[in-house]
């Protein structure tokens, strides 16, 4: 790999690059945090995409997108004196640095939960009014729910064992089901939002990421169904034909053709 040297003249060659695009470049030149806030979005997911994949060639990739977004953060702050890569750099190595008192301090912290207590303590003590306050609020609702669940338990709000949060989650679902029963649009899609939130507690405590555990279903419906429609194609047949009974013989077709 490349020594430190190599690295710091690698990111002088990334700053210089983006000067030059910003004075140069028309398109470069529009651009604010506003128009490159989607991208940026975009670019995350795409990095996600290739993690879950697996693919490092495309982590390294997406990465390097995800970088140059983060320099040219930096170079529109610096342009009307609110900041520059310097702060940004220097702004997270103190975070870093002032979270982890077990390293550059006296604190103690023997394990990766007592690191997560302290870290959640600190943020309190710097000024945060909430604990939750730094939980985004346009992230994915699953994932959303995931990390407040996540932040109260760095403070010692959490379930004692797995046990008692499946008993919420028959709680909720029978909640939900009254509010059905009672044919209550409104108390359903409450008791319904309770449902999920108790089930993605729930795989908290099973060591399950809820949002990759929905993310794999999805893409083995996906891959079946196309399976499906290809094989009904194969056959001459026309998908939207078909009643729902020889749907299912299709289906369950291609799933022994996984379990072969």
């Known amino acids: 790999m490349n020594n430190r040297a190599q ?23 529009k651009q604010t945090f506003q128009s490159l806030k989607h991208l940026t979005i975009e670019e995350v997911y795409e990095l996600n995409d290739a993690i879950s994949d697996n693919d ?16 040219f953060y930096s170079k529109i702050g610096s342009e009307t004196n609110s900041f520059d890569i310097e702060d940004v750099c220097k702004g997270i190595s103190e975070k870093l640095i002032s979270r982890h008192p077990h390293i550059y ?15 959640e303590k600190l943020k309190l003590k710097e000024g945060n009014k909430s604990v939750l306050s730094g939980v985004p609020k346009s ?10 669940q996540d932040k109260v338990k760095g403070v010692g709000f ?23 029963d009672n044919n209550d649009f409104e108390k359903q899609e409450q008791e319904f939002g309770d449902v999920l ?24 419906f996906i891959n079946r169904f196309t399976k499906m429609e290809e094989l009904i194609s194969n056959d001459n047949k ?21 379990n072969k």
């Open 7 to 29: 690295q710091l003249k690698a990111f002088e060659e990334l700053l210089d690059i983006m000067d030059d695009l910003r004075e140069k470049c028309p398109w470069d030149q």
């Open 56 to 71: 490092t060639t495309e982590i390294k990739k997406e990465l390097g997108d995800l970088m140059l977004h983060i320099v």
């Open 105 to 119: 301090g006296d604190a103690v912290a023997e394990d990766e939960k007592a690191v997560l207590e302290n870290w």
């Open 139 to 148: 992230l994915p609702a699953i994932i959303k729910a995931f990390r407040i």
């Open 158 to 180: 959490d379930w004692d064992n797995k046990e008692d949060v499946w008993a919420k989650v028959e709680e909720e679902l029978n909640e939900f089901k009254v509010e059905v």
């Open 197 to 220: 939130f108790a089930l993605i507690n729930y795989a908290r405590f099973c060591n399950i990421n809820p949002e990759e555990a929905l993310n794999k279903t999805n893409n083995k």
């Open 238 to 258: 026309q998908l939207g034909d078909l009643p729902l009974k020889e749907l299912d013989i299709y289906w369950n077709e291609v799933k022994k053709f996984e």
